[in-house]
């Protein structure tokens, strides 16, 4: 059974810091490019960060570029988000996925694999 479990959200001040992480099993972790989605109230999913499946090269978003980053433990089958800076804008549900070879980062049909997510709040 496939299974993404995310971890590490909250509610933080503005400014401040989370990390996050997504515990990957059932499937070839080291195989896949993994990514991080976010969903707000209301709006519909946002592509917020991706990296590939070896070599650990990273992809942002413009909203998130040099506030976030992402890494991965193949070892651990694990992929993190460090989120720095934090505002009121990045309060959303924030769910890992597994991509597909195919397709670009930012659809969210280019994936095949989700987590339930975890809620990040960012308020005074």
């Known amino acids: 059974e496939v299974q993404l479990v995310e971890s590490g959200g909250g509610l933080v001040q503005p400014g401040g810091s989370l990390r996050l992480s997504c515990a990957a099993s059932?499937?070839?972790?080291?195989?896949?490019?993994m990514s991080w989605v976010r969903q707000a109230p209301g709006k519909e999913r946002d592509w917020v960060a991706g990296?590939?499946?070896?070599?650990?090269?990273?992809f942002y978003a413009d909203s998130v570029k040099g506030r976030f980053t992402s890494s991965r433990d193949n070892a651990k089958n694990t992929v993190y988000l460090q989120m720095n800076s934090l505002k009121p804008e990045d309060t959303a549900m924030y769910y890992c996925?597994?991509?597909?070879?195919?397709?670009?980062?930012?659809?969210?049909?280019?994936?095949?694999?989700w987590g339930q997510g975890t809620q990040v709040t960012v308020s005074s």
């Open positions: 996925a597994a991509k597909r070879p195919e397709g670009p980062w930012f659809r969210s049909d280019s994936y095949n694999y």
């Open positions: 059932g499937f070839t972790f080291s195989s896949s490019a």
């Open positions: 990296i590939n499946r070896s070599s650990g090269v990273t």
